[in-house]
């Protein structure tokens, strides 16, 4: 199946076609004892995510867990679908996600306030689902995936308050979600994930170095696949954060508007990606602009910077 990918020890990451795209969105399914399918992409994702899991022998009553690395539509949008299709599946998330996973009348109405129209063809609509089959997790949880195998997961904040990492015990594989950023393949790049209204520099610095002193041998990313150079990464993402933040600083210090902001960003940042230089693949830069868009970034940074403030 062609977005079926074997990476190895049991591991397969899915392309959930979000949109229409290819490359955008990652799921991955582990086919251990007991099956375990980390990120469900988006709402409108579900039949190609099922359709990827019978290919790879998963059938409706063979999915023990469903585990996402936090509650944003295109992680975990298609959580209340996802469950009604494999009825025996525990869904494992953050505690501060568990309510909106039940309920997700909040969660929709902001998220339809960001995306006004565009949220049904990105997305599509996050499905309720019944609150026992849902597990939350605080700092750390545990996930059995039979055999002596596990998932642990790690509190991750910053990009969200409801983020988590997720180690894998067998092979060392660290499911970053979005708390790494997001990376292009095609080019790798590492651009942020700072979108409001939840980021915050300190925390998501602090979940980096919590990332890296678990040692992993790989980082999954959700956007998009994996990369081997796990501590050089988490460094680069790092660096990219502060790069950001610096920026946006120097834009809300000026009192720039988020126009001018994002025009003075863009400006002095474009040229660090090679997706982004004038002889690129325009459907990659296309790409970036969905899952990393420079508006989304600065917006989510700029409101960060106004609640210091405020603070302040």
Request: charged fraction near 25%; aromatic fraction near 6%.
């Amino acid at each position: 199946m062609e977005n079926l990918t074997d990476l190895g020890n049991d591991v397969f990451e899915i392309d959930t076609r979000m949109a229409g795209y290819s490359g955008i969105t990652a799921g991955y399914l582990i086919r251990s004892e007991r099956p375990c399918l980390v990120e469900t992409g988006a709402g409108n994702s579900a039949e190609v995510v099922r359709d990827a899991l019978s290919a790879a022998g998963i059938g409706p009553g063979d999915l023990a867990t469903v585990v996402v690395t936090h509650i944003h539509l295109d992680h975990a949008g298609g959580v209340g679908d996802v469950a009604e299709m494999f009825p025996n599946a525990e869904i494992v998330v953050h505690e501060k996600g568990a309510r909106h996973l039940a309920d997700p009348s909040r969660l929709m109405a902001s998220a339809r306030t960001v995306w006004g129209k565009a949220l049904d063809s990105l997305f599509g609509d996050l499905k309720p689902t019944d609150a026992v089959r849902i597990r939350a997790v605080d700092d750390t949880g545990i996930v059995d995936l039979g055999g002596g195998r596990r998932l642990e997961s790690h509190y991750s904040p910053g990009h969200a308050k409801h983020h988590v990492g997720l180690l894998d015990s067998l092979t060392g594989d660290l499911y970053v979600g979005d708390a790494a950023g997001v990376y292009i393949p095609e080019t790798a790049d590492l651009r942020p994930a700072t979108p409001p209204p939840d980021f915050d520099l300190d925390s998501a610095l602090a979940s980096l170095d919590r990332f890296r002193a678990l040692q992993p041998t790989r980082l999954l990313f959700s956007h998009y696949g994996p990369v081997e150079l796990a501590d050089e990464t988490l460094q680069r993402s790092a660096e990219e954060l502060r790069l950001w933040v610096e920026m946006v600083t120097e834009a809300y210090d000026q009192r720039l508007d988020l126009d001018h902001a994002v025009a003075m960003v863009r400006e002095r940042t474009d040229e660090r990606y090679k997706a982004l230089a004038p002889d690129a693949d325009p459907a990659v830069a296309q790409k970036v602009e969905v899952i990393s868009a420079t508006r989304n970034n600065v917006a989510g940074i700029m409101h960060a910077l106004e609640k210091d403030s405020v603070r302040g």
